[in-house]
């Protein structure tokens, strides 16, 4: 006997252990080594008591019972474990924080946060990990494995706890209920990260700068906004991506694929979480409130965008020009001005566009929608900001103001180009003879008398002209002939 010392040395680790079969059996961690195979299926163990519990999943056998419920494990460290969620039990605190676990491998998983060590190096790109099974996941991204099928659609999945929440959007399923709200998720940690919006929950924090985020995954989405990481890659294009689920919203950018229908009106969506969205229009569900004007919004996203209008933050800054923005989407469009992209093609004409929005506003050209009726008069517009600044006509709101006069006007825009007369400012110059004006519906017209274009016709005579209000001076002539 030692008398209780740990003598035997772990010559790859330095841990120590009070016995040699303690050790023999550590040293199969470093190693490898699994002499015990499953007879049933030839699945191989470290230890003898690892497949007397993996057996028993062929023969159903769960022999131990929970006295609080109906649950029945295969192995009473099983059931122990489970004991502690009736009871609250945490018999492992963490030193750094304090906060406990009721499993000590939970406690050993969450002190690597602290620490930062990761002990789990991927074999093809050196990448490493906290967690065995985070890089056993990050390998079948090298091998293109996907062992899990889906027995309803065929749709195949690395990781089997993915393909249980996949299952669900064919059985409708949400079993984790919110106590505030009463609204349902697919997953337990879905749930969690959702009750937080309630609480104002926010525990992860990020090293980098003083944001804090109520979920993990998206303090690490964050992070890489920092390091400009981004280990998602396209297979198609090359485009990489900081986090798998844009990816996998990009790839079905090529292959056109939708697979989140609307129940409602049968609309499809390339991401779960913009059909979530997009329900709320069927239901007004406006979760997300302001805390500075009780504004609500249908979005989280939509919401973090306008506190921004209240605290003038733009923490998105343009590499080309230093300029800044409220919104990640404002700064990818505007860096498009730059780049010269227009990735969206109108299927009408050859007209493209730098972002979405104006492809659908240049679309309506085409069908002569126009969606948004002003209530005073009925008149309709295709675009909203133009029955916004519509609007102001019957209101008399006139709320943008000059600096330089307090000439007040209703649309930002015809402030911009009333700023001009005080600046001198002409930043739109003909490309034929290089004469410069303030606004770029002035070069538009002057462009014409270089190439001879005369778009507007007189529905009197033959006669054309460059522009309208040419035109309409020249109707005046026929004014005494006809009764316009």
């Known amino acids: 006997m030692n008398g209780g010392q740990k003598i035997n040395v772990c010559k790859d680790c330095g841990k120590r252990f009070s016995s040699s079969s303690h050790l023999k059996r550590h040293m199969r961690s470093h190693s490898g080594e699994k002499p015990h195979p499953c007879e049933h299926c030839g699945k191989r163990f470290s230890e003898k008591s690892y497949l007397k519990n993996h057996i028993q999943i062929h023969t159903g056998e769960k022999p131990f ?27 492992y605190a963490c030193n750094h924080c304090g906060k406990g676990f009721s499993m000590s491998s939970g406690l050993k998983k969450h002190i690597r946060n602290h620490t930062g060590e990761k002990p789990y190096p991927c074999k093809l790109c050196g990448k490493r990990f906290s967690l065995k099974t985070g890089v056993n996941r990050h390998i079948k991204i090298h091998t293109g494995e996907k062992p899990h099928e889906c027995k309803d659609c065929g749709k195949r999945f690395a990781e089997k706890c993915h393909l249980k929440k996949h299952s669900q959007t064919h059985t409708g399923e949400k079993p984790y209920a919110c106590k505030y709200c009463g609204r349902c998720f697919f997953t337990k940690d879905v749930l969690k ?244 004006f303030s606004r770029s519906s002035d070069l538009k017209i002057h462009i014409r008398t270089h190439t001879g274009e005369k778009p507007y016709a007189c529905k009197y005579c033959e006669a054309k002209f460059s522009n309208n209000s040419a035109l309409k001076r020249h109707i005046q002539i026929h004014s005494g002939e006809k009764n316009v």
């Open 65 to 91: 019972a929970c006295e609080y419920c109906d649950k029945r494990f295969a192995s009473n460290s099983y059931l122990k474990i489970h004991i502690r969620s009736h009871t609250g039990e945490h018999l």
């Open 193 to 436: 990260a959702h009750v937080r919006i309630h609480t104002g929950e926010k525990p992860f924090d990020c090293d980098y700068c003083k944001a804090s985020f109520s979920g993990y995954s998206s303090l690490k989405k964050h992070i890489r906004m920092h390091t400009g990481e981004k280990p998602y890659k396209c297979n198609s294009c090359g485009k990489c991506f900081a986090d798998s689920g844009s990816l996998n919203g990009h790839i079905r950018i090529h292959t056109s694929e939708k697979p989140y229908p609307c129940k409602d009106c049968g609309k499809q969506f390339l991401l779960n979480s913009d059909l979530n969205i997009h329900i709320r229009t069927h239901t007004g569900e406006k979760p997300y409130a302001c805390m500075h004007c009780n504004r609500r919004f249908a979005a989280n996203a939509n919401l973090k965008s306008h506190i921004r209008t209240h605290t003038g933050e733009k923490p998105y800054s343009c590499e080309h020009c230093g300029k800044c923005f409220s919104g990640s989407s404002y700064l990818k469009t505007h860096i498009r001005t730059h780049t010269g992209e227009k990735p969206y093609d109108c299927k009408y004409c050859e007209a493209k566009f730098s972002d979405k929005s104006a492809l659908r506003r240049h679309i309506r050209i085409h069908s002569g929608e126009k969606p948004y009726e002003c209530i005073y008069c009925g008149k309709c517009f295709p675009v909203s900001k133009s029955l916004r600044e519509h609007i102001r006509i019957h209101t008399g709101e006139k709320p943008y103001s000059c600096t330089h006069c307090n000439e007040r006007f209703a649309a930002n825009t015809n402030l911009k180009v009333h700023m001009r007369t005080h600046t001198g400012e002409k930043p739109y110059s003909c490309e034929h003879c290089g004469k410069c």
